[in-house]
């Protein structure tokens, strides 16, 4: 019963059971596969144990039945010998053998239909070994990869949006300032210059007259 629980446990479960809590997908993975592996030795071992049983019980109905067409039989001499009570005693033992016969035969159908399960649940194990086999690294990545998506949602459920959202904000419009300081202080800078240029043309243009009335006054 025990092995007939484990098996249906097993079977029955999927293949990423537990994979939820394992905080090391591939160690898990590698547990499913031996814990697979064990139950299948389980199960093979226990077949082959039910089988012998089988033919042993097979062997006792063959005795029975055996018994029974003997019992026909000596039933059968007694009377041609008209020993009608040595005749009854035959049928009754023909009697107890075929009560022992149908007995075996119930037997025989509970244990085949017994094998029959446990060849179904040797034959699962194995496909399932199987897949986990051939889907064993894309299981770990897929392991991996959903823990690590589980953990960036937790984390991002974790943040304050609306904080964020005014910290971003407030980031912006100072950027925005610092963007018009640096617009007017550049207007600052070219009107300065402007300025100075017009100061130094105006200068020069004074000290080229003085320099022309000096010229004529010493010419006269």
Known sequence: MKLFTRLRRIVGSKINYRLDKAEDPEKMIRYMIREIEE???????????????????????????????????????????????????????????????????????????IIAEMHSHVQTLQAKKDEIMDKQRMLIQRAYHAKEKKHLMETLKSLDSSATVRNFNEFEQTITRLEAQASLAEEETQHITAEQKFSKMEADAAIEQELEEMKQRINS
């Open 39 to 113: 139950a299948l030795v389980d199960a093979k071992t226990e077949t082959t144990a039910k089988i012998a049983t089988l033919t042993m019980i097979e062997k006792e109905r063959k005795d029975a039945q055996d018994a029974v067409a003997r019992w026909i039989e000596r039933a059968e001499l007694a009377v041609s010998k008209e020993k009608d009570e040595l005749a009854r005693q035959a049928l009754n033992e023909k009697k107890n053998a075929t009560r022992r016969l149908t007995h075996l035969d119930e037997e025989i159908t509970q244990m085949n239909s």
